[in-house]
């Protein structure tokens, strides 16, 4: 995967000027020690130049961090800290930034005495200055701790840095308007803006003009191997092979050409009325290709899917998916297969669906079909294009981030599983089960005005997505609540 940031964290340790300096220097090279020894030296980089107890120093660790080519800052208070030096060294890094403390030990130089350094009270000073100067700053839920526990304290600070390092440096390429009975993939783009994101809009005419252009391409016979490799005896519509390599290269030249300033790309892309008959397949198994290669591609020009798939592949370093929250499980199957062996009401229990788009990789099996439900008014030969399969077993995380009508972030996350259940169906779909999904899916995804579609990752990253979610100024952060913890919304006499 190709298409997110390696991240390099720079450790400044910080001392107020009434404490012993040696207490953080101490410290922190007791925390790289303690982070190197478990998780590597790769990602990190300690600042040696001065502990920072002034503004002095604050411009000299600066200069240092961004000399060194950190992109994410790790701010640690070895003792009570500067609090403005601190957190103007926040404020100037261009970055995501996170604030640790050094938790107090007996057996260090000086004991409780000579050898305290206060960083549980200096925390309280440091979040009430960043708060005044506007600064955005990763802490975690407990952020005081020993040499090993801040380590992996920042070793969890990974994902979110790079993901909001991402958003900073993405580009979102549409094309085409959302089609007709899709508004609810629409969104206000003026909050992709406040995120530091960058949208090129274009028309399906400039698509089809390039698509056009790499008629011929000579790249296309090794595309063409690429996709019968993949699909195996699931390749069963050789025909339409060529197209879409040609296609997929289309695509990737317009990436190329088009990213301008940005490093990072996710794309919007539009699937129907008009593209089967005019391009003559759906793009479909294509989509999933640049998925894989850690390009999402959302279907129906769903900006806020592509932004929302863009966030899970970075968090989750994997492939991930947009799938429609689809439709109910029939109890026949709820009770044959699932009833008694899986601790699960059918209320927990949906399908999530899309005609084709999930990446090879996340199907327990996949078969290259046509677009059964545009094959009702199409001719069926200008339908194919889609990769077709049961979603493999195992947890997943459900999640969006969207902006509402008035142009406010919201976001939900929900922790889950696709069951290892037959969906006697078609296109990319699995049967998935959420706790209280029944609850969720009224006093979240309806109540909220969501849309139809959800990401999906591979894996249980609630955590990281909800730190990442709190970090760029989402408030309204939805999640699957427990029983007896009521929504808002909810009835408690129901």
Not at 127 to 135: A, C, F, P
Not at 183 to 202: D, F, R
Not at 452 to 471: I, S
């Amino acid at each position: 995967m190709n298409n997110m940031p390696e991240l390099k964290i720079g450790i400044v340790a910080v001392s107020r000027d009434c404490f012993p300096e040696t207490l953080s220097v101490t410290r922190r090279k007791n925390l790289v020690k303690a982070y190197t020894d478990k998780y590597g030296a790769d990602n990190i980089y300690e600042c040696p130049i001065c502990i920072v107890e002034s503004e002095i120093h604050m411009m000299q660790a600066l200069e240092d961090v961004k000399k060194a080519g950190c992109n994410a800052l790790c701010v640690y208070l070895g003792n009570f800290g500067p609090e403005i030096a601190e957190t103007m060294l926040a404020k100037y890094f261009d970055g995501p930034k996170m604030f640790i403390a050094a938790a107090e030990e007996t057996s260090a130089n000086g004991g409780l005495v000579q050898g305290r350094g206060d960083a549980y009270c200096g925390m309280l000073n440091a979040s009430y200055n960043l708060k005044l100067r506007g600064v955005k700053a990763y802490i975690p839920e407990y952020p005081v701790g020993t040499a090993e526990e801040c380590a992996d304290m920042i070793h969890e600070f990974v994902p979110v840095a790079k993901a909001v390092y991402a958003l900073q440096n993405l580009k979102i390429i549409s094309f085409g308007p959302r089609p007709t009975n899709f508004l609810a993939c629409n969104a206000p783009i003026q909050q992709l803006y406040n995120l530091g994101v960058e949208i090129e809009e274009n028309s399906e005419l400039d698509l089809f003009e390039s698509f056009n252009n790499h008629a011929g391409d000579a790249r296309i016979p090794d595309v063409v191997k690429s996709m019968e490799a993949e699909l195996g005896t699931g390749n069963k519509k050789p025909e339409i092979l060529e197209k879409l390599a040609q296609y997929e290269i289309t695509l990737l030249d317009w990436i190329e050409a088009h990213k301008g300033s940005r490093k990072y790309v996710a794309i919007a892309g539009k699937c129907w009325p008009a593209f089967q008959t005019q391009f003559g397949f759906v793009p479909c198994y294509v989509n999933s290709r640049l998925t894989g290669m850690g390009i999402p591609v959302s279907c129906e020009v769903d900006i806020y899917g592509a932004l929302s798939e863009f966030i899970g592949t970075v968090v989750s370093n994997d492939a991930v998916t947009l799938l429609d929250i689809n439709n109910t499980v029939p109890s026949d199957i709820y009770n044959e297969d699932i009833s008694g062996k899986f601790d699960y009401t059918i209320k927990d229990t949906f399908m999530g669906f899309h005609c084709g788009n999930t990446a090879s990789c996340k199907l327990s099996f996949c078969e290259m079909k046509n677009q059964m439900i545009m094959a009702r008014s199409l001719p069926v030969e200008v339908t194919n294009g889609t990769l077709e399969g049961d979603i493999k077993p195992g947890d997943i995380t459900f999640f969006r981030l969207q902006s509402t009508a008035d142009a406010q972030l919201r976001a939900y996350v929900a922790q889950g599983e696709v069951l290892p259940v037959a969906t006697r169906s078609f296109g990319s779909i699995g049967v998935f089960a959420i706790p209280e999904m029944g609850r969720f899916y009224r006093h979240v995804l309806i109540e909220k005005n969501y849309p139809h579609h959800g990401a999906v990752a591979f894996g249980h990253f609630g955590k990281q997505l909800v730190e990442v979610f709190k970090y760029i100024g989402v408030e309204d952060i939805g999640f699957n609540q427990p029983k007896g913890m009521l929504y808002k919304s909810e009835n408690p006499f129901a």
